[in-house]
């Protein structure tokens, strides 16, 4: 379940998505958000540390790349994560879950996966219990974003 509270979030990155050009995804054009447009970006880019994230990213790595054209491993490549739909990377076979829903990787949708991926996707098929700590999600989110994101 998304909290509702993330629903209007949701509904505006919506919104931003179909305003911009609707092509079939691929590796290298990922739909995305511009990244001034999303919520709680730039705080979580002043408060997470991003050296420690990359430490936390351990609990990633076996299962995730990050960088543009790595191939998928048993989860999808992360590149230009935040502000994208989610279930939409070309050449990873996703859960109906996933590839069925109406996610966009906001910082808070992110933030609620990895919490309880259960939660906030029933039925998805990444096998990882959450991050129980706030302070670790935001360093984690902090470094996905400098690594994912198009410098
Ligand atoms: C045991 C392997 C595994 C681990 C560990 C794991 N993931 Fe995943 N992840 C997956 C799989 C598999 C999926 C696809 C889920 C589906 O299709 O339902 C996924 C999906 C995702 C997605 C959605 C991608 C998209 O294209 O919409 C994100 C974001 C993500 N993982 C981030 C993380 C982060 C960050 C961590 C570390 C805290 C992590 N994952 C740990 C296997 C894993």
């Not at 230009?80 to 590839?99: E, H, M, P």
Request: glycine fraction near 6%; proline fraction near 5%; charge should be negative.
């Amino acid at each position: 379940m998304i909290r509702s509270k993330n629903l209007s979030l949701l509904i505006v990155s919506f919104l931003l998505i179909s305003c911009s050009d609707q092509q079939s995804p691929d590796n290298e054009k990922v739909e995305s958000v511009p990244p001034s447009s999303i919520a709680n970006l730039e705080t979580i880019m002043t408060v997470g540390d991003i050296q420690r994230g990359s430490k936390l990213y351990i609990q990633c790595r076996a299962c995730h790349s990050l960088k543009e054209n790595e191939p998928h491993k048993i989860g999808p490549n992360l590149f230009k994560l935040i502000g994208s739909k989610a279930g939409i990377r070309d050449g990873y076979n996703y859960s109906d879950a996933l590839s069925g829903s109406e996610i966009v990787w906001t910082v808070e949708n992110l933030d609620l996966w990895l919490e309880k991926p259960y939660e906030i996707l029933p039925g998805n098929k990444m096998v990882f219990s959450g991050m129980r700590k706030q302070e670790d999600r935001n360093d984690l989110i902090a470094f996905l974003y400098d690594q994912t994101s198009e410098k």
